[in-house]
């Protein structure tokens, strides 16, 4: 369910009144009285199943082994569905995990809506001065931090090496080469260069951000994705798939792109560290040297790629607070940050892991740092989240042509400003 802001208030009244009152979590009561950890810690972890769930697990049970009277319960939930899953679980007081593997853009939704527990000065935060400045913003909010960054991220362009080389083209470092390298491939191959995901408007923000344009200006409390810049960022991806250079979709986005890719139906797509470990289980990288990444190609204002990434988030009415700052803190520690990234090539929140043997030398780490020190933040408002609703539905209705680009643009500011009362 998505809230505006007065809803948002009366929930977050309701969120504050049940963790006070505590709540039904699923969890036993743990206590240290005795100076031992105890009792049952669940995580709801969100990541892909299939490739980063198996070592997100493992790493998870190996918390027991530093407290053997701790039981971890993981639990895998759909990332699409996290977001509200959680949310109404914690608003009826039944059902919410202890920990939640939160979206960057999330984190301070809960936060506001009262779901989270402040995590100053808890065992939660232990070696804090060590995160990434970028990467701790998203989990502050009015003054208090309400999650640990895990793993940061940004976007780049994914390419399959041995097409490129067959076609006699170069990466693309702007939008006109994007295109010219795209009708290249095609004429080589007869399939499209780029698949542009269309059900996500995530996907939408490289191409907003390179045009200048963003969803919101959060210092001046401006409604932006309707700008000129921003009808701009919808005339591009419009004018990519009009030109064939790309082709898209409108439902089932993330496995129809992740398939064209890794048979080696499409030349290109864009996607983040979150996709390094599926995609090398597709036939045309058992070789993993085929698969190259690079920038995502310039828009008329320059390169931009979004902020990404996810936090772990301690549940406000959990029963055993102490074990899941304990948990909170080993899953976001030095020791399993090293092992997500030797692992996954899931990008480090800790200045010191980058610096490990196995990480300094990760080729895809190494590309995506960089990307990622450039990377636009998003705005760390409650309603970040919300935002992508209304902006999904005419991002994909401007790609199939369902609606122009101005028309658009213009809806989406539209939404937004019911959501966001009192914004220009």
Same mark, same amino acid.
């Given at each position: 369910?998505?809230? !505006?802001?007065?809803?948002?208030?009366?929930?977050?009244?309701?969120?504050?009144?049940?963790?006070?009152?505590?709540? *039904?979590? &699923?969890?036993?009561?743990?206590?240290?009285?005795?100076?031992?950890?105890? &009792?049952?810690?669940?995580?709801?972890?969100?990541?892909?199943?299939?490739?980063?769930?198996?070592?997100?697990?493992?790493?998870?049970?190996?918390? =027991?082994?530093?407290?053997?009277?701790?039981?971890?319960?993981?639990?895998?939930?759909?990332?699409?569905? #996290?977001?509200?899953?959680?949310?109404?679980?914690?608003?009826?007081?039944?059902?919410?995990?202890?920990?939640?593997?939160?979206?960057?853009?999330?984190?301070?939704?809960?936060?506001?809506?009262?779901?989270?527990?402040?995590?100053?000065?808890?065992?939660?935060?232990?070696?804090?001065?060590?995160?990434?400045?970028?990467?701790?913003?998203?989990?502050?909010?009015?003054?208090?931090?309400?999650?640990?960054?895990?793993?940061?991220?940004?976007?780049?362009?994914?390419?399959?090496?041995?097409?490129?080389?067959?076609?006699?083209?170069?990466?693309?470092?702007?939008? *006109?080469?994007?295109?010219?390298?795209?009708?290249?491939?095609?004429?080589?191959?007869?399939?499209? !260069?780029?698949?542009?995901?269309?059900?996500?408007?995530?996907?939408?923000?490289?191409?907003?951000? $390179?045009?200048? !344009?963003?969803?919101?200006?959060?210092?001046?409390?401006?409604?932006?994705?309707?700008?000129?810049?921003?009808?701009? &960022?919808?005339?591009?991806?419009? *004018?990519?798939?009009?030109?064939?250079?790309?082709?898209? *979709?409108?439902?089932?986005?993330?496995?129809?792109?992740?398939?064209?890719?890794?048979?080696?139906?499409?030349?290109?797509?864009?996607? !983040?560290?979150?996709?390094?470990?599926?995609?090398?289980?597709?036939?045309?990288?058992?070789?993993?040297?085929?698969?190259?990444?690079?920038?995502?190609? #310039?828009?008329?204002? $320059?390169?931009?790629?979004?902020?990404?990434?996810?936090?772990?988030?301690?549940?406000?009415?959990?029963?055993?607070?102490?074990?899941?700052?304990?948990?909170?803190?080993?899953?976001?520690?030095?020791?399993?940050?090293?092992?997500?990234?030797?692992?996954?090539?899931?990008?480090?929140?800790?200045?010191?892991?980058?610096?490990?043997?196995?990480?300094? =030398?990760?080729?895809?780490?190494?590309?995506?740092?960089?990307?990622?020190?450039?990377?636009?933040?998003?705005?760390?408002?409650?309603?970040?989240?919300?935002?992508?609703?209304?902006?999904?539905?005419?991002?994909?209705?401007?790609?199939?042509?369902?609606?122009?680009?101005?028309?658009?643009?213009?809806?989406?500011?539209?939404?937004?400003?019911?959501?966001?009362?009192?914004?220009?």
């Amino acid at each position: 369910m998505r809230r !505006g802001i007065a809803a948002t208030a009366l929930v977050a009244a309701l969120g504050v009144t049940l963790a006070a009152c505590g709540s *039904d979590s &699923g969890s036993d009561g743990g206590s240290k009285s005795s100076g031992e950890l105890s &009792g049952t810690v669940t995580w709801w972890d969100t990541s892909t199943v299939g490739s980063e769930d198996k070592v997100f697990k493992k790493l998870a049970e190996g918390f =027991t082994k530093k407290h053997p009277k701790v039981t971890v319960k993981y639990v895998n939930v759909p990332f699409g569905e #996290a977001q509200n899953k959680f949310k109404n679980a914690a608003q009826s007081g039944s059902g919410a995990p202890d920990v939640i593997r939160s979206e960057v853009a999330w984190t301070p939704e809960f936060a506001d809506l009262g779901y989270l527990a402040p995590l100053d000065k808890t065992t939660a935060l232990k070696g804090s001065e060590d995160f990434l400045k970028q990467a701790a913003a998203s989990t502050q909010y009015k003054g208090k931090t309400y999650a640990v960054p895990q793993v940061i991220d940004s976007m780049g362009i994914f390419y399959n090496k041995k097409i490129f080389k067959e076609a006699g083209v170069q990466v693309p470092k702007t939008i *006109d080469e994007l295109k010219t390298v795209s009708a290249k491939i095609k004429q080589k191959t007869g399939n499209p !260069g780029l698949y542009l995901r269309g059900d996500d408007a995530y996907w939408f923000l490289s191409f907003l951000y $390179g045009e200048g !344009g963003d969803l919101v200006d959060a210092e001046k409390k401006t409604i932006t994705v309707d700008s000129p810049a921003g009808v701009k &960022g919808f005339k591009v991806v419009k *004018d990519l798939v009009d030109s064939g250079a790309a082709k898209t *979709d409108a439902t089932d986005g993330w496995n129809n792109m992740q398939t064209a890719f890794k048979d080696g139906k499409v030349a290109m797509m864009i996607n !983040g560290p979150w996709a390094v470990s599926d995609t090398y289980a597709g036939k045309e990288f058992a070789d993993k040297a085929n698969l190259g990444i690079a920038p995502v190609p #310039a828009g008329s204002a $320059g390169q931009g790629a979004p902020q990404g990434g996810h936090n772990l988030a301690v549940y406000a009415g959990s029963k055993n607070l102490d074990a899941s700052y304990a948990f909170t803190e080993y899953m976001t520690s030095v020791e399993t940050q090293t092992a997500v990234a030797k692992e996954l090539s899931l990008l480090p929140t800790r200045e010191s892991v980058y610096i490990k043997p196995d990480v300094a =030398t990760n080729e895809m780490i190494t590309f995506f740092k960089p990307v990622v020190d450039k990377a636009v933040e998003r705005p760390w408002i409650p309603e970040t989240g919300s935002l992508f609703a209304p902006l999904v539905t005419e991002y994909t209705k401007v790609l199939t042509g369902q609606t122009t680009p101005e028309a658009g643009a213009k809806a989406s500011g539209d939404a937004y400003r019911k959501l966001l009362k009192d914004w220009k």
